[in-house]
């Protein structure tokens, strides 16, 4: 069946790169496009970014500067990178699978905290 | 960017209808498909699709949730409430990107 699974550090320094992973499986990556979505604390989701089945990207041009969205096909993984963290980058990340342009499977989720 | 615009919460009896409203700053429809899709999200959990293009069940959604509208507004219906729908739902849209959430409708007790 569809999953992902996000991982990564739980914790990242003030002005660090945020690297975190989503590990899929259940479909391919080459057919449909996968994406970051994050919330903080108690707030509301944040669309960041996706990568498209054939390997393109988009971001939210909010993040753009900062952000980058890869894959690996053949391990059936995603890559977000996103440098220059500050403490409103705390929240929980989320990648989650695009079909009919709606997001059908979400991650469980990997909370990343911003502090020194 | 499309702006989605959510009551902040909503009260409800169990047993009874909640309709839940979302507007976009311009339209989200297109000639063939009315883009705006709808989440529920409990604490702790990771967000889950409802309604995908305004109208369509996503699977394993029990019937009692409904969705409508087009162009700028759109609604999502639970009919009726059960205790298992206390949550926060979302209502997004895929017209345009970035694609944009609105703030999220918590639905509580009354």
């Known amino acids: 069946q569809v999953q992902l699974k996000e991982s990564g550090p739980g914790l990242v320094q003030p002005s660090q790169t945020l690297s975190l992973t989503c590990t899929v499986s259940?479909?391919?990556?080459?057919?449909?496009?996968v994406h970051w979505v994050r919330q903080p604390p108690g707030k509301g989701l944040e669309w960041m970014g996706g990568?498209?089945?054939?390997?393109?990207?988009d971001y939210n041009s909010a993040l753009k500067s900062r952000l980058s969205i890869s894959r690996d096909t053949s391990k059936s993984q995603v890559f977000l990178k996103m440098n220059s963290l500050q403490t409103d980058d705390t929240a929980i990340y989320f990648c989650?699978?695009?079909?009919?342009?709606?997001?059908?499977?979400w991650g469980q989720g990997v909370m990343v905290t911003v502090s020194s | 960017d499309i702006v989605l615009t959510q009551s902040p919460a909503l009260a409800v009896s169990l047993g009874q209808r909640a309709t839940i409203s979302c507007r976009a700053s311009?339209?989200?429809?297109?000639?063939?498909?009315?883009?705006m899709h709808w989440y529920q999200q409990k604490p702790g959990q990771q967000p889950k699709l409802l309604i995908y293009?305004?109208?369509n069940l996503a699977s394993s959604i029990p019937a009692r949730f409904s969705g409508s509208g087009s162009g700028t507004d759109f609604t999502l219906t639970i009919n009726p409430v059960q205790a298992d729908d206390i949550a926060t739902y979302y209502c997004?849209?895929?017209?345009?990107?970035?694609?944009?959430f609105g703030a999220g409708t918590k639905l509580e007790l009354k």
């Open positions: 989650t699978r695009e079909i009919y342009s709606s997001f059908d499977y």
């Open positions: 259940g479909f391919s990556l080459t057919s449909n496009s």
């Open positions: 990568i498209w089945g054939d390997g393109s990207t």
């Open positions: 311009q339209s989200v429809s297109t000639s063939s498909y009315n883009l």
């Open positions: 293009d305004a109208s």
């Open positions: 997004q849209q895929s017209r345009e990107l970035p694609y944009t």
